[in-house]
């Protein structure tokens, strides 16, 4: 959330408009408005003083380009959304440090097979599990 966003939502619940309104207008979950006005005590009713700005440096989305507000003691953020850091990470896979790659032979045909992340597989493939499990013939696989 943006402090852009941050001042709307201050104003327009200042005004009297509720959660769902808020939502509707800035595109920003229910929820999310909701838990941002509790947290800041923030009612309908009352007249509330304009949040302090954020102390952070900023950065810009690595997939969009959008700016990011850095909170400091925090992590720094990379993107802007899941949504960016999923199309970044399926677009740059070469990146990926996978560190849990298995080699296996396969318990019914024999195969060799590399698998990512499940050190407990027996199979090559479901055909061969299926194979196995239910005793069909080799010459099926």
Not at 65 to 72: D, L, T
Not at 84 to 110: P, S
Request: aromatic letters at 10%; one cysteine or more; glycine letters at 8%.
């Amino acid at each position: 959330m943006t402090e852009n966003q941050k001042m709307q939502i201050i104003k327009l619940r200042a005004s009297g408009n509720g959660y769902g309104k808020i939502a509707k207008t800035l595109g920003i979950s229910l929820n999310t408005i909701k838990s941002f006005c509790r947290r800041h005590d923030i009612n309908g009713n009352a007249v509330v003083e304009p949040l302090a700005p954020c102390c952070g440096e900023t950065a810009r989305c690595e997939n969009c380009g959008r700016e990011i507000h850095q909170i400091a003691k925090q992590k720094k953020r990379r993107f802007c959304c899941d949504k960016c850091r999923n199309v970044w990470w399926n677009a740059h896979l070469d990146r990926v440090k996978r560190k849990a790659i298995y080699d296996f032979r396969c318990l019914y045909c024999g195969k060799v097979f590399r698998i990512y992340g499940d050190r407990r597989r027996k199979y090559c493939s479901h055909k061969c599990y299926i194979s196995d499990r239910f005793k069909v013939g080799v010459s099926d696989a």
